[in-house]
């Protein structure tokens, strides 16, 4: 896909635990905002912060290679509308009426989606070990959220944000699918700056209307910092992470460390917000550690599946 080096397998695993850590705070800064800063315009100036600094490196880039882009302008304007707006766009108005469980539990579903889709789109097979993989870090991240009472399941009440998260855990696999067609040779910053300036345009519309109904926000310190954050880290800086190691080992591979970011979450929870790591953290991030090495880890002998 980019210019960028091929990782290594331990290299790009590296990269997909920071990326995950990285993203972990998208959902956390996007529920202590809440009452300050409306979804849309949390999205919207994620976005403009996004374009502004990936402007800086994939300008020229871009430009140079404008033709290619302009080849696939379909492909550019299905990820940016549904990987890039969507998934962001309904994660902000999900965490609005949804519980932190359940949001949790939606996004963690993201590696299954995944593979599902690669299963059905390119009719590959899902190994035994990857869909044992993806059980048990299903299964851990289920010990994290739950707080190790597993019994909290049966309690579960599901509102409107539910079907918001669910709808951006799509926008997110269906970007992560088509990610394996890229055209080769793309150059990474252009191409981040492509689908977040086109994401930028479909949501503009809807802050438009945010604006019009008179929901506003004051742009202060603490405004400011969050929308840099999502912006900058857990959108450009994270996003190019987990492309780059996309192209090293593969779609059904990568889908497995979103399972890391209810770990990071809980572990930032912890750290800024003064809540305490208990054994059931622990055991959580053992399985779904566990989970991560039994899905990821290359077959002996046979063909590959999904996960390669």
Request: aromatic share 10%.
């Given at each position: 896909?980019?210019?960028?080096?091929?990782?290594?397998?331990?290299?790009?695993?590296?990269?997909?635990?920071?990326?995950?850590?990285?993203?972990?705070?998208?959902?956390?800064?996007?529920?202590?905002?809440i009452?300050?800063?409306p979804p849309?315009?949390?999205?919207?100036?994620?976005f403009?912060?996004?374009?502004?600094v990936l402007?800086?490196f994939?300008?020229?880039?871009?430009?140079?290679?404008?033709?290619?882009f302009?080849?696939?302008w379909?492909?550019?304007l299905?990820?940016?509308?549904a990987?890039?707006?969507?998934?962001n766009?309904?994660l902000?108005?999900g965490?609005?009426?949804?519980?932190?469980?359940?949001?949790?539990?939606?996004t963690?579903t993201?590696?299954v989606?995944?593979v599902?889709?690669i299963?059905?789109?390119?009719?590959?097979?899902?190994?035994?070990?990857l869909?044992?993989?993806?059980a048990?870090?299903?299964?851990?991240?289920?010990?994290?959220?739950?707080?190790?009472?597993?019994?909290?399941?049966?309690?579960?009440?599901f509102?409107?944000g539910?079907?918001?998260?669910?709808?951006?855990?799509?926008?997110?696999s269906?970007?992560?699918?088509?990610?394996?067609d890229?055209?080769?040779?793309?150059?990474p910053?252009?191409?981040?700056?492509?689908?977040?300036?086109?994401?930028?345009?479909?949501?503009?519309?809807f802050?438009?209307w945010?604006?019009?109904?008179?929901?506003?926000f004051v742009?202060?310190?603490g405004?400011?910092?969050?929308?840099?954050?999502?912006?900058v880290?857990?959108?450009?800086?994270?996003?190019?992470?987990?492309?780059?190691?996309?192209?090293?080992v593969g779609?059904?591979t990568s889908?497995q460390?979103?399972?890391?970011?209810?770990?990071?979450?809980?572990?930032?929870?912890?750290?800024?917000?003064?809540?305490?790591?208990?054994?059931?953290?622990?055991?959580?991030?053992?399985?779904?550690f566990?989970?991560?090495?039994?899905?990821?880890r290359?077959?002996k002998?046979g063909?590959?599946?999904?996960?390669?």
């Open positions: 896909m980019a210019e960028r080096a091929a990782l290594t397998r331990p290299w790009a695993f590296v990269v997909l635990t920071v990326a995950m850590a990285i993203a972990a705070g998208n959902p956390v800064v996007g529920r202590a905002v009452a300050d800063v849309m315009a949390l999205t919207f100036w994620r403009a912060a996004a374009v502004a402007a800086l994939g300008g020229l880039p871009l430009w140079r290679q404008r033709a290619t302009l080849r696939h379909k492909m550019m299905a990820m940016g509308a990987g890039i707006a969507v998934y766009g309904f902000y108005l965490v609005q009426t949804t519980t932190a469980i359940n949001a949790a539990l939606i963690a993201v590696p989606v995944v599902g889709l299963a059905l789109v390119h009719r590959e097979r899902i190994g035994t070990k869909a044992l993989g993806m048990v870090g299903l299964f851990g991240v289920a010990v994290t959220v739950m707080r190790g009472d597993l019994g909290v399941l049966l309690h579960l009440s509102v409107p539910d079907l918001l998260m669910l709808v951006a855990v799509f926008g997110f269906f970007y992560s699918l088509l990610l394996r890229l055209p080769r040779g793309l150059h910053a252009a191409f981040m700056l492509v689908i977040h300036g086109i994401a930028l345009i479909v949501i503009a519309p802050y438009l945010e604006l019009g109904v008179g929901v506003t742009p202060d310190a405004a400011i910092g969050a929308i840099l954050y999502v912006g880290m857990a959108t450009a800086v994270s996003f190019s992470m987990y492309n780059w190691a996309v192209a090293s779609v059904g889908s460390f979103v399972y890391l970011t209810p770990v990071f979450a809980s572990l930032m929870a912890v750290a800024f917000l003064g809540e305490k790591f208990h054994g059931y953290h622990l055991v959580g991030v053992v399985l779904i566990g989970g991560i090495y039994v899905a990821t290359r077959p002998i063909k590959p599946d999904v996960a390669g």
